[in-house]
């Protein structure tokens, strides 16, 4: 669905398997004579002389039924044709995030709906994305400060001393993170899935901070054994990476004009914007897209704030 458009309901109706009748009898069942009408009720007060006398037992009509035809062998399940490896273009496959920004590399991954590995090399280390037909699924860094202890510190979750703690335990033990903050109560059942949802999802928006670095593509898939996964559409991704990391003078930078004037394509596909978080007022930016005023011009006139209408424009070029 797309909020404020329209919104399809596709639905399965299952045929429920039909009841046998009052007689017993099951509905695939061929009666060849028709039964005889069961006798009234004597009415009260009546004698058994005003009752319509019963059919004798050779009198009764005989009722031919055909049994039921012998149930069917179930199907064996036919195995699915595997689809057909999309084959990785040679512009994804290595680069430099400053001639492919984050942004369109995400949706350039998602929409040609590549499984692998994306490799970002920053200075400071490196993010792992791995993807499954188009969307990313998991992810993971080298990089000290994306580790899931220290966001849940910045984010005041945890104390120092508590991510010193769970560090050296995990030396120790080799236990995962999280089940040692559940087992000494530190975090609650129900916030440990989102919370480390919300760490993935953090690494995923840290690659749009970057401005330059290199990146590689490759069919790798690791980490299968991973319980938790990222669900999240690739134009979720963009639109929010660019809403979160992106600035108008870096959009500005990337699409070589101090100001732009976007303009809607008129086959634009808006089913591309289906998982998005996208408000009223993102909407009316985007209704107002006319071609004939500049960012700032709309901004000014839908009283929006610059910025919002920058990310929006970078990212639905980005889209396509």
């Not at 004597?42 to 006398?53: F, H, L, T």
């Not at 004009?257 to 303009?263: E, G, N, Q």
């Not at 107002?288 to 929006?312: F, I, S």
């Amino acid at each position: 669905t797309v909020p404020g458009r329209r919104t399809a309901i596709i639905g399965e109706v299952k045929q429920q398997p039909l009841e046998p009748d009052d007689d017993g009898l099951s509905a695939r069942a061929e009666v060849t004579q028709p039964a005889q009408p069961k006798s009234k009720r004597k009415r009260e007060g009546s004698s058994d002389k005003d009752a319509p006398p019963e059919p004798a037992a050779a009198e009764a009509p005989e009722r031919s039924i055909e049994p039921n035809p012998p149930a069917e062998a179930p199907a064996q399940p036919t195995e699915e044709p595997a689809k057909p490896t999309p084959e990785i273009p040679s512009s994804l496959r290595a680069g430099e995030l400053r001639d492919l920004d984050p942004a369109r590399l995400f949706w350039e991954i998602g929409h040609q709906g590549l499984t692998g590995t994306l490799e970002v090399t920053l200075p400071d280390g490196a993010i792992h994305v791995v993807f499954l037909e188009g969307h990313p699924r998991f992810a993971h860094s080298s990089r000290p400060a994306d580790r899931m202890l220290e966001r849940m510190q910045r984010q005041g979750l945890i104390t120092a001393q508590q991510n010193d703690e769970v560090a050296q335990e995990m030396t120790r033990s080799g236990r995962r993170a999280g089940a040692i903050l559940l087992d000494r109560g530190w975090i609650k059942s129900a916030e440990l899935i989102p919370t480390i949802r919300d760490h993935l999802s953090g690494l995923l928006f840290a690659i749009f901070a970057a401005e330059s670095g290199e990146f590689r593509f490759s069919t790798e898939r690791p980490l299968q054994e991973e319980i938790v996964h990222l669900e999240l559409r690739p134009a979720a991704v963009v639109v929010e990476g660019v809403r979160r990391k992106y600035t108008p003078e870096r959009i500005a930078r990337l699409a070589g004009a101090s100001d732009l004037t976007p303009m809607r394509r008129a086959d634009g596909d808006e089913g591309r914007l289906a998982g998005t978080e996208l408000s009223g007022q993102d909407w009316r930016i985007i209704d107002a897209m006319d071609g004939r005023r500049t960012v700032r011009q709309l901004a000014e006139d839908l009283k929006a704030p610059e910025h919002r209408v920058w990310a929006l424009a970078w990212a639905l070029s980005c889209l396509g």
